[in-house]
């Protein structure tokens, strides 16, 4: 009796939600209307005999509409225009205290957002409406058998109070959010000569080995709606242009770099002047990198993170799985799902209420924030992917301590309700996950940015040292290198799993190492900077002047540890694209104690045996 009270108010307020959306909405997007019906009719009569019906059902939908045009030294290497629609079903039986969900069988079977494929790209009623049946067929059968596995795992398992009154699935009040559609045109040609043209500068430079352009323009509309009543349509876009390069040193030690634009428009990336004089110099830096000194010994002491490194430092140690972003522990069952919960990472819950920055410094997300200075914020939303409305302003950390964790709709030991961070990503191949949209970093204080390397070999005086670091440039994560040598073998070797020691903050470096005593710098090579302690960051030194970075960030896996897997095979596929996300960061950020130390290269291809054919 229980059941079929749950259905019937869930398929009211899908009935009340549809028949208050604007006319237009539901005559001329045949897509909406055809997830409405399906979703209504299957609220109403999904059922199978003896096992649970559905409390909750929700249908996702990305249309998405892309270019991609890659070159090398002048010629075109890959020329995509698509137009693809990917559908994810989720369906929830037992109730909001106890779903199939969280759960990792000894198969490693599991149910989360995984009943995901592909949708008519024509706006077929029909065609759509039976591939979202059949996918939620699916999805419920799944469902009910992983139900019944939980449970039978749970009774074997001694939880703890804490995690058998955690609820698997949050509430939330429906919302209705209908935002026009894209309306915008390219002319792929001009797009077509353009990288072309960026692409043969690196011809001038036979010593780079191995070069791309790159330019990406995905326009996707987001699709939601659940048996709660929530209606979503989002138009987002995102136009990546990345160039990188590659060579070796005499030694075989791989060398690249990369440079990386994302904008919500094409005009709003920078002009060609602009991108031809850093293609320039990023060739002639890997040029120079190629003779340049190795880093021998090992380094403690203070390291200075400046403008791209310093964000970078703040996404790496803030946005990911061991920063401020909510995350569920699943019940493992089996020694293989054992080893991929130990997978998981801790992030900063243990640490609410106590201090993990300077007194002075905040982090707060402001999703809503558009544009800062003359920057245009490619994070920005209102709404989020479970259409759920987060606050203006959400503080992560306030005066030093951590306030509360970003979250979606699963309940964690340190959050009960989303708030509003559920976020989708752009691109393809790609998992959503939970992020700021805008991230913005305050400092009440703070030193002059001119004034940082000057406090650098202070500390570093006063240590007795003769040099010290600076970190100007890390590759971000959802940026590929360009790959020398057997690309998968490469990555896998490379790959850095969470559990136990130190580990490097990252790789794609430019690390310059400063002379005490009069300030000279010089690039070095063949470095890892460890990632830093808690202790670490609670002394940095941070500047009073800030700048807004646009980067994209990972999304999270369902199974802990997947992630690493899916962003090599994403690497070698040279897909693009991830979480739009945008930072205010300080300019400058002095860690007082790092270590620095010589490169662990588990694996080094041979440089080519007969020189490149573009020497002259």
């Not at 202790?535 to 700048?547: L, W």
């Amino acid at each position: 009796m229980k059941s079929y009270i749950r259905i019937s108010l869930g398929t009211l307020v899908c009935l009340l939600t549809f028949a208050t959306l604007p006319a237009i909405a539901q005559e001329q997007d045949v897509l909406l209307k055809a997830m409405n019906d399906e979703l209504q009719r299957n609220v109403s009569r999904l059922s199978l005999e003896g096992v649970s019906t559905p409390f909750f059902i929700s249908y996702q939908v990305k249309d998405n509409r892309s270019v991609h045009i890659q070159a090398t030294t002048g010629a075109i290497t890959r020329f995509d225009t698509s137009h693809t629609r990917s559908m994810d079903v989720r369906v929830l039986v037992g109730d909001y205290k106890q779903t199939q969900e969280h759960y990792l069988a000894s198969d490693l079977s599991f149910s989360y957002f995984n009943f995901n494929s592909s949708l008519p790209v024509e706006n077929d009623y029909a065609a759509i409406r039976r591939a979202l049946w059949l996918s939620t067929d699916r999805a419920y059968k799944s469902a009910t058998e992983q139900l019944e596995k939980k449970r039978a795992a749970i009774k074997q398992q001694n939880l703890s109070e804490e995690l058998k009154d955690l609820e698997d699935f949050s509430r939330a009040e429906p919302e209705t959010h209908i935002s026009p559609l894209h309306e915008a045109q390219m002319e792929i040609s001009s797009l077509q000569e353009r990288v072309q043209k960026l692409s043969g500068i690196l011809k001038e430079y036979p010593e780079i080995y191995l070069s791309n352009v790159t330019l990406s323009v995905d326009q996707v509309t987001l699709y939601f709606v659940n048996s709660e009543g929530t209606v979503l349509r989002q138009p987002r876009t995102l136009v990546s242009f990345l160039a990188s390069a590659a060579t070796q040193a005499e030694d075989g030690e791989v060398l690249d770099d990369v440079i990386v634009h994302h904008a919500l428009a094409l005009d709003a990336l920078p002009d060609d002047e602009r991108l031809a004089s850093e293609i320039r110099m990023m060739a002639k830096d890997l040029v120079a990198l190629r003779s340049a000194p190795l880093v021998e010994d090992s380094y403690s002491g203070p390291v200075l993170f400046e403008d791209q490194a310093a964000a970078e430092l703040f996404v790496r140690l803030y946005l990911g799985s061991e920063g401020l972003v909510a995350s569920r522990t699943p019940i493992i069952e089996g020694p293989m799902a054992m080893m991929s919960g130990q997978m998981q990472k801790r992030n900063l819950g243990e640490k609410i209420n106590k201090r993990v920055l300077p007194k002075d410094v905040s982090i707060s997300c402001v999703p809503g924030m558009t544009r800062y200075e003359e920057t245009d914020l490619i994070g920005h939303f209102t709404v989020d992917a479970e259409g759920i409305t987060p606050e203006e302003r959400f503080d992560l950390v306030k005066n030093g301590k951590v306030l509360a964790l970003m979250s979606d709709r699963v309940p964690t030991q340190f959050t009960k309700a989303s708030t509003g961070h559920r976020t989708a990503s752009l691109g393809m191949g790609l998992d959503d996950g939970v992020a700021p949209g805008v991230m913005e970093i305050t400092v009440q204080e703070g030193e002059s940015f001119k004034a940082m390397k000057g406090l650098l070999l202070e500390r570093a005086d006063d240590e007795g040292l003769e040099y010290a670091y600076i970190v100007r440039r890390i590759r971000p994560e959802t940026v590929a290198p360009p790959a020398l040598d057997d690309a998968f073998s490469m990555s896998f070797s490379m790959m850095q799993f969470g559990g136990g020691g130190q580990t490097p903050l990252g790789d794609g470096l430019q690390l310059l190492r400063v002379r005490v005593s009069d300030g000279t710098e010089t690039v070095v090579r063949s470095a890892e900077v460890m990632r830093p302690g808690a202790s670490a960051m609670r002394r940095i030194v941070v500047s009073k002047e800030r700048k807004p970075w646009n980067t994209t960030l990972e999304g999270q896996s369902s199974i802990p540890g997947l992630g690493s897997f899916i962003s090599i095979g994403r690497s070698i596929a040279g897909l693009s694209g991830g979480i739009p996300t945008s930072l205010i960061t300080p300019r400058g950020v002095l860690i007082e104690e790092l270590e620095v130390r010589k490169e662990k290269r588990p694996y080094t291809p041979k440089p080519p045996l007969v020189q490149s054919p573009l020497v002259k």
